[in-house]
């Protein structure tokens, strides 16, 4: 049942100037899946299905990495994910956000939904615990914030999803991806800020 029920967590990307954040919030596994060494997604639905697509997708990147010689770019990471879940749309339960940094564009964020549509977006949630923070997400997010805004803003919004769905939270996994490289940040629950009695 938690493999098909793996949906019970939020997503939150966002682009900033030279910055792309991925974050997500489990209460037993982590679904932020490094597919390249800049580029990662989150994954929502299925969780067999959604790892098995991501480990196709990071088999297609290796070669087309040593193919081209060079890192692949994010847009292709995501365009492998849809391409992935458009031919297999009958028998795949998967949904992924990817997010990376390519030395074409910067930062990016995608959404590749059920049955491979790929959508370009600065800013996207997902997952069950999204419902609850639509209305925050559109009245915070500034495609101008500081690194440190970004992240205070992603930390609160999982934090408001993981007080109102039973289903999503415990920690916060935020993957900040730069020109530079990766950092990976870990804010443990009884860190992560109260907006209300539970």
Known sequence: ESVQNSQTNVML???LNDTSMEYVSSKTINKVIQVHDQIFCCIAG???????????????????????????LVIAAASVLKELCYKNKEELQAGFITAGWDRKKGPQVYVVSLGGMLIS???????????????????????????????????????LAMGRDNVSGGVVHLVVIT??????????????PRFHDE
Do not use: W
């Open 13 to 15: 990307h966002t682009k």
């Open 179 to 192: 020109e530079k490289g990766v950092e990976h940040v870990v804010v443990p629950g009884d860190k992560l």
């Open 46 to 72: 299925s969780l067999a299905d959604a790892q098995a697509v991501t480990k196709a997708a990071k088999s297609h990147l290796s070669f087309h990495s040593v193919q081209m010689e060079s890192p692949p």
């Open 121 to 159: 977006q600065s800013v996207t949630i997902g997952g069950s615990g999204s419902t609850f923070i639509y209305g925050y997400v559109d009245a915070k997010y500034k495609p101008d914030m500081t690194r440190e805004e970004c992240q205070q803003f992603a930390t609160n919004a999982l934090a």
